[in-house]
């Protein structure tokens, strides 16, 4: 089955800086590659996805780029604010599997 | 479009006893997941409906959990009996197409304490 892992697993920085998390996995037929954003008392929301035939992908503040090769994606945010603050899940997709969720990571934008 | 509900919000019970949750999806959308998240680790894929057919039942702990899907609208997982590492935040997600096709909408989750 699909190993997924995330690193930093917390992450703070202050507000304006930029933050970047890192996604790896290991099913090489892998697909899909979203990134949710959970707020407290909140369920994932999807927030900016990518498909293998792309490298990059850009929405206003987030980004997400893709190494199919080296099997890993990253999400980028640029200019963080407070209410980034959140617990972002990333989670690889084989078509015809079902998503496997990295184990999260916990940012925190200090004021 | 109203997204998806779960109810409840939030359930205690003892040790033994049963609890069934229900997800409302969104209206129109065939597919619809369980997914849990206990002590704070991943989210870890429950089963998966496409209508009312159960689709893949592959994550689904023990004979404990049943999950149903009468009529292919709502969904409702019971827990019976309930055991204390039932504990966590259970999730739903619908989806008009297969997930990686359409996207995953999930529901606020229902926290779960078993004690």
């Known amino acids: 089955g699909e190993n997924v892992e995330q690193h930093p697993s917390t992450l703070s920085v202050q507000e304006g800086d930029s933050a970047v998390i890192k996604c790896t996995y290991s099913d090489s037929a892998s697909n899909y590659f979203p990134w949710y954003k959970q707020e407290l008392g909140k369920g994932p929301q999807l927030i900016i996805d990518?498909?293998?035939?792309?490298g990059e992908k850009k929405d206003q503040r987030i980004a997400v780029t893709l190494n199919k090769t080296a099997k890993h994606f990253s999400l980028h945010i640029t200019e963080t604010q407070p209410e980034d603050s959140a617990v972002y899940f990333c989670?690889?997709?084989?078509?015809?599997?079902?998503?496997?969720f990295g184990p999260g990571t916990r940012l925190s934008v200090l004021p | 479009e109203a997204g998806v509900t779960q109810f409840p919000s939030h359930s205690v019970i003892e040790k033994g006893q049963t609890v069934t949750l229900r997800c409302d999806p969104i209206s129109g959308h065939d597919n619809l997941y369980w997914y849990r998240r206990v002590m704070g680790k991943e989210i870890k894929f429950l089963l998966h409906f496409v209508k009312e057919s159960k689709q893949d039942e592959s994550g689904m702990p023990n004979n404990r959990f049943l999950a149903e899907r009468t009529g292919g609208t709502y969904s409702t997982l019971k827990v019976q009996p309930a055991e204390l590492e039932d504990s966590g935040v259970y999730f739903c997600?619908?989806?008009?197409?297969?997930?990686?096709?359409?996207?995953?909408?999930f529901g606020n989750g229902t926290r779960l304490t078993v004690t």
């Open positions: 989670a690889p997709y084989n078509y015809g599997q079902n998503f496997v």
């Open positions: 990518i498909r293998s035939n792309v």
């Open positions: 997600a619908s989806s008009r197409d297969r997930g990686g096709i359409s996207p995953l909408h």
